[in-house]
């Protein structure tokens, strides 16, 4: 869907132009750092969930702990598979709410914190999307966490399978374990959290 | 849409005695020919991700951006039916290569013309922490339908305003059709930056 978004605004923007791209940036090569089973995505069987909807809290994230390649580690953006939802019957999109995401170091020490209206970021009629949230060049050094807040606005996707044990519930100023018992079998599944963390 | 300037007086809100203000334009701002723009209005939906922008210099290596100034109308015209609705608009502060140095946020409502009372364009003043900044660098607007942005009309594309696409992180000039007109025509947004 962004995709389409975008060659709409570039093909907007190109008929609206009297002069061709004044400017274009170049691009940073990125390392991307996924905390999932790193299988590819369209082999991936997730479900979305959402921390508001399981708790009724605004205040619970889905956490995923990377680790930086090197020392100074600068985190340029975040990728998360959510989606904000579409109501096919109205052909209307959810009106805004807000979202959230904090960097936290290895010591739960907030580094960078940000929100904004889910749908500028997982606007779809499709279903679920990465929404790309860039931000300015964080360091991080050694183990570091990505915390995202969907607060029933945009639900977080969810690998139900091959738990890397690297994704979490942050409650309560802690990381808990992102598990869950299944009722029928008394069973606890691990999850993974759908992000991926890009920088260099 | 053309607008009268009535809230421009109101644009001392971005001075303190410290601050060194920057403008987009040049001139009195009473003699020119404003409109003011949405982007979500030309474009729909492709303008969640496109920004008014301008691009300013720094007066001097490692200068201290601290306010934005963004002349501007919520819709606001006094009758109960034009009250905004809450939404959220953003705004960005890049290098002369683009890169993010500074994301913010927030409702327009806290800077809106609408919660002082006053039905035209009015200056919108964003605080911010302390940017350091050199050389050329780029104030980016998200206005997402919230907020028209006013603009000066020129007569040649604008060398300082743009408007940016942050897929492929791309600026392209700020040539825009009218309200009810085909042809674009150019425009300098009206944004006024203070620091020291």
């Known amino acids: 869907m962004k995709k389409t978004i975008l060659l709409l605004a570039c093909l907007c923007c ?187 | 849409m053309v607008l009268s300037l009535t809230g421009i007086s109101a644009a001392a809100d971005a001075k303190s005695p410290e601050n060194q203000l920057l403008n987009s334009y040049d001139g009195n701002l009473t003699q020119k020919r404003i409109v003011s723009i949405d982007l979500l209005s030309v474009m729909g939906l492709p303008a969640y991700f496109i920004a008014e922008t301008v691009k300013f210099k720094a007066p001097k290596p490692d200068w201290k951006l601290k306010t934005v100034q963004i002349l501007g109308w919520d819709g606001f015209n006094g009758s109960t039916q034009s009250i905004p609705r809450e939404r959220i608009i953003a705004l960005e502060v890049r290098d002369k290569d683009l890169n993010l140095l500074y994301r913010f946020t927030d409702s327009q409502l806290p800077y809106s013309n609408f919660v002082r009372n006053a039905t035209e364009t009015y200056p919108f003043t964003m605080r911010l922490p302390s940017i350091p900044v050199s050389d050329e660098f780029y104030v980016c607007f998200y206005d997402r339908g919230a907020i028209a942005v006013a603009a000066e009309v020129l007569n040649k594309t604008s060398q300082n305003s743009f408007i940016y696409i942050e897929d492929g992180n791309t600026l392209l000039p700020s040539n825009l059709p009218l309200f009810g007109q085909n042809e674009s025509v150019p425009l300098n947004w009206i944004v006024t930056i203070g620091g020291n």
């Not at chain 1, 956490?63 to 019957?89: C, D, E, H, M």
């Not at chain 1, 959810?94 to 500028?120: G, T, V």
């Not at chain 1, 606005?153 to 969810?158: E, K, Q, S």
């Open chain 1, 14 to 200: 190109a008929a609206l132009c009297i002069n061709a791209i004044a400017a274009t940036a170049a691009t940073p090569q990125l390392t991307t750092l996924r905390g999932d089973s790193g299988q590819n995505y369209s082999q991936i069987n997730f479900t979305l969930f959402s921390s508001l909807v399981e708790f009724g809290s605004l205040g619970v994230g889905e956490a995923v702990k990377f680790t930086a390649p090197k020392a100074g580690w600068k985190l340029q953006t975040v990728r998360v598979l959510g989606w904000s939802g579409y109501n096919k019957s109205t052909q209307s999109y959810p009106s805004d709410r807000n979202i959230m995401l904090e960097i936290r170091d290895k010591d739960l020490n907030i580094l960078y914190k940000f929100a904004d209206a889910q749908n500028n970021y997982f606007l779809s009629d499709i279903g679920p999307r990465f929404g790309e949230i860039e931000m300015p060049g964080v360091a991080v050094t050694g183990d570091f966490y990505v915390v995202y807040y969907d607060r029933g606005a945009a639900p977080i996707g969810t690998e139900t399978a091959n738990a890397t044990g690297n994704s979490y519930l942050f409650m309560n100023g802690q990381m808990e374990p992102a598990e869950f018992p299944l009722s029928e079998t008394n069973e606890t599944v691990k999850v993974n959290w759908l992000m991926e963390a890009l920088g260099n």
